[in-house]
C-alpha cells in the first residue's frame, strides 16, 4: 500500500498486512489505545474503589468440565453488586471465570472472546485448548502493573481438549496467578477470596469421574461452602431467586445450567445442612 | 533525442480494466444466493483449505474469485475491520455496508494507483432478521459496488451462470432447492461437466464444491460450512436419511474440528472440513487463480 492510502478511508496499511491471526497484536499495531495492558497505570493503590469479584470454581467430571461462581462483587466493606456475572463462555468449548477488579476483568473476558473467535475466523480452525490457555496468559501478564495497585486480576480457564488423547480426561482446568503464570490443574480448583474454602469443601466432596449432576452438587456445595466463612462471597438467594452461575462444557460445547437446575441443587443442600444440624441439636439436647 | 512515452488516462484504465478481467475470467465461478432462511454461497473449488467463502462477523459473510492472495488479504481485513469495531462499539454496530464501503474504498484506491489492479471479485452478503432485509453486495475490482437483489455470480463464466439462474431462481426457495438450482448452474458452464455429451459426469460432485450459508435462525454467528455427508445429502448424491441430521453439526464455531480423539491431522479424507493441523500455511504456493 502506498502512504497516502493512510489519509483515505477503506483499511488503513496495517489491515493489509497478512502477519499474524492474532486479535490482540493486531490491536497492539492498528488501535493500542483499546488494549487494558496500555493504560497507564494508577500511581496509589485504588483497590477499595473498584469492585471486586469473589470467588469462581472448576470442577472436572467424567463427561467434561463444570465452572461455577458466585454472584457478589464488593467494593471495600460495601457489596457492590449481588447479580454479578463471573463466569462467561470463552468459545464454544470453553469457559472463563474472573476473580480481581470487575472492571478490567471483564474487559479481559470481552478482548479474550474476540481474540479466539478472530483465530477461529482467520485460520479457519479453532485453537488447542493449551494455545487458549496460554493466550490468557499474555493478556494477565500485561495487567501486572495495575495487579500492584490493587486492581489484580485472576481468571479461572477450563475447557473441553477436542484434541484430547483416548482415554484421558477431555475436561481440563488452568489457573493462573497475577504474574501470568499459568499451571495446569488436577481435577478441581478455586481463585478468588474464598477460594480457601471453596477448595476444602471440594477435597471432601469432588472424586475422579463424577457423573454430571453429581459434580454440579460439589461446585455449588463449595460454593456454599465459600460464602458461610468469606464475607465477599454470596452464597444462595432464595429472596431474589439468585443462585451461583454455573457452566458445562462438555463434548457437545459450553452450555449455562439453568436457574432453576441451580436452584434446585441449591435448595437441596440448604434442607440437608439445616436437618443435619436440628439433628445435631437433638441429639445434644 | 527518446520522446517520453506517452499514455492517456483513458488507455491506462482501460488496460488496467482488461488485465483484472482477464485474471477473474480465468477463475471458476461463485455464485451467492439468497434463499428462505438466509443465503447460500456455492463455489467451485477443489480445494478444501484455500477457502473462496469465508465469515466476516455475526450475520456477515464473503465470497471471493480471482486471484487467491489477494482476495485473502482483504478477507482478513475484513474480519480485522468487523472486529475491531465490534469490540469497541457493539457487536451490533458492524453492518456488511461498512465491511462493502471498506472494500470499495481500497480496492478503488489500488486501481487507480497502482501498476496493478487486483484481480478480484467479492460479494459481502449480510442476512438479515426477515428475507426482505437480506443484503448482497458486489464489488469489482474498480472498488465499484451494487446492491444486487436474489443473488450475485462472479467469476469466469459469470453471465451464463446468471442467466441460468435468472431462469430458475425462485425467491424464498429452501436451502435443499436452492442449492440445486445454483449447482445446476455452475455445472453448466463449468469446464469439469464439458464432456457430459460424450458421458462424462454432468454435475459438479460434493468434493469439487465449497458451500457455506449464512443461517438467520442461527443465534449470534450465523455462518456455517456444509461439508461432507451433509453437502452430499442437500444435493442427492447419497440419499441416506439419517445424514441429515449431520447438518447442524457441521457448525461455525468449530469449523476444522475432528472428532474428539482424533490426532490433530488425522482428520476424515471423505469430509474435508475434518482436516487437522494443515491449513491456511499452503495459500503462498498457490497464489494464482484459485
Not at chain 2, 478444501?48 to 488479504?73: P, Q
Amino acid at each position: 500500500m502506498s502512504d497516502q492510502s493512510a489519509t483515505r478511508s477503506g483499511f488503513p496499511p496495517a489491515y493489509l498486512d497478512r502477519v499474524g491471526s492474532s486479535f490482540t497484536d493486531f490491536l497492539a499495531t492498528a488501535a493500542p489505545d483499546l488494549l487494558p495492558g496500555r493504560r497507564p497505570v494508577p500511581t496509589m493503590p485504588v483497590g477499595d474503589l473498584a469492585p471486586h469479584g469473589t470467588t469462581i470454581v472448576a470442577v472436572t467430571y467424567d463427561g467434561g468440565v463444570l465452572m461455577g461462581g458466585d454472584r457478589r462483587a464488593t467494593m471495600g466493606n460495601l457489596i457492590s453488586s449481588r447479580d454479578i456475572e463471573k463466569v462467561y463462555p470463552a468459545d464454544s468449548y470453553s469457559v472463563i471465570g474472573i476473580a480481581g477488579a470487575a472492571g478490567i476483568a471483564i474487559e479481559m473476558v470481552k478482548l479474550y472472546q474476540v481474540e479466539l473467535e478472530h483465530y477461529e475466523k482467520i485460520e479457519g480452525l479453532t485453537m488447542s485448548l493449551d494455545g487458549k490457555a496460554n493466550r490468557l496468559a499474555a493478556m494477565i501478564r500485561g495487567n501486572l502493573g495495575a495487579a500492584m495497585q490493587g486492581l489484580a486480576v485472576v481468571p479461572l480457564f477450563a475447557g473441553f481438549d477436542l484434541d484430547a488423547a483416548p482415554g484421558t480426561a477431555p475436561g481440563r482446568i488452568f489457573s493462573y496467578d497475577v504474574t501470568g503464570g499459568n499451571y495446569e490443574e488436577r481435577g478441581y480448583a478455586a481463585v478468588g477470596s474464598g477460594s480457601l474454602f471453596a477448595k476444602n469443601s471440594l477435597k471432601k466432596t469432588w472424586r475422579q469421574g463424577l457423573p454430571a449432576d453429581d459434580a454440579t452438587r460439589t461446585v455449588v456445595e463449595s460454593l456454599y461452602d465459600a460464602a458461610d466463612d468469606d464475607s465477599a462471597t454470596g452464597g444462595p438467594d432464595p429472596v431474589r431467586r439468585l443462585y451461583p452461575i454455573v457452566y458445562r462444557v462438555d463434548a457437545e460445547g459450553a452450555v449455562r445450567l439453568t436457574d432453576a437446575e441451580i436452584a434446585a441443587v441449591a435448595d437441596t443442600i440448604v434442607t440437608e445442612r439445616a436437618d443435619a444440624d436440628r439433628r445435631n441439636t437433638e441429639r445434644g439436647a | 533525442m527518446t520522446m517520453p512515452y506517452y499514455a492517456s488516462a483513458e488507455q491506462v484504465m482501460r488496460d488496467r480494466s482488461e488485465y483484472a478481467r482477464k485474471g477473474i475470467s480465468r477463475g471458476r465461478s461463485v455464485a451467492v444466493v439468497t434463499y428462505a432462511d438466509g443465503v447460500l454461497f456455492i463455489a467451485e473449488n477443489p480445494s478444501s483449505t484455500l477457502h473462496k467463502v469465508g465469515e466476516i462477523y455475526d450475520r456477515i459473510g464473503f465470497a471471493a474469485v480471482g486471484r487467491y492472495s489477494e482476495f485473502e488479504s482483504l478477507r482478513v481485513a475484513g474480519v480485522r475491520l468487523a472486529d475491531v469495531r465490534g469490540y469497541s462499539y457493539n457487536r451490533r454496530d458492524v453492518t456488511g455496508r461498512v465491511i462493502a464501503n471498506a472494500y470499495a474504498q481500497t480496492l478503488g484506491a489500488i486501481f487507480t494507483e497502482q501498476m496493478k489492479p487486483y484481480e478480484v471479485e467479492l460479494c459481502v452478503a449480510e442476512v438479515g432478521d426477515r428475507p426482505e432485509t437480506d443484503q448482497l453486495y458486489r464489488l469489482t475490482f474498480d472498488g465499484s459496488v451494487v446492491d444486487e437483489p436474489d443473488f450475485v455470480v462472479m467469476g469466469g463464466q459469470a453471465e451464463a451462470v446468471t442467466g441460468h439462474l435468472r431462469e430458475h431462481f425462485l425467491p424464498g426457495m429452501g436451502l435443499s432447492d436452492a442449492l440445486q438450482v445454483g449447482v445446476r448452474a455452475l455445472s453448466a458452464v463449468s469446464p469439469v461437466t464439458a464432456g457430459a455429451a460424450h458421458g462424462g459426469p454432468s454435475q459438479l460432485t460434493a468434493a469439487q464444491l465449497e458451500v457455506a450459508v449464512l443461517d438467520r435462525r442461527r443465534p449470534k454467528r450465523a455462518f456455517r460450512r456444509i461439508t461432507g455427508s451433509a453437502l452430499r445429502t442437500l444435493l442427492g448424491d447419497e440419499p441416506t436419511p439419517d445424514a441429515v441430521d449431520d447438518a447442524p453439526a457441521t457448525s461455525a464455531h468449530a469449523p476444522s474440528v475432528p472428532e474428539p480423539g482424533t490426532p490433530a491431522g488425522l482428520g476424515d479424507p471423505a469430509n474435508p472440513d475434518t482436516a487437522g493441523g494443515a491449513g491456511f500455511d499452503a495459500h503462498d504456493e498457490d497464489g494464482g487463480e484459485a
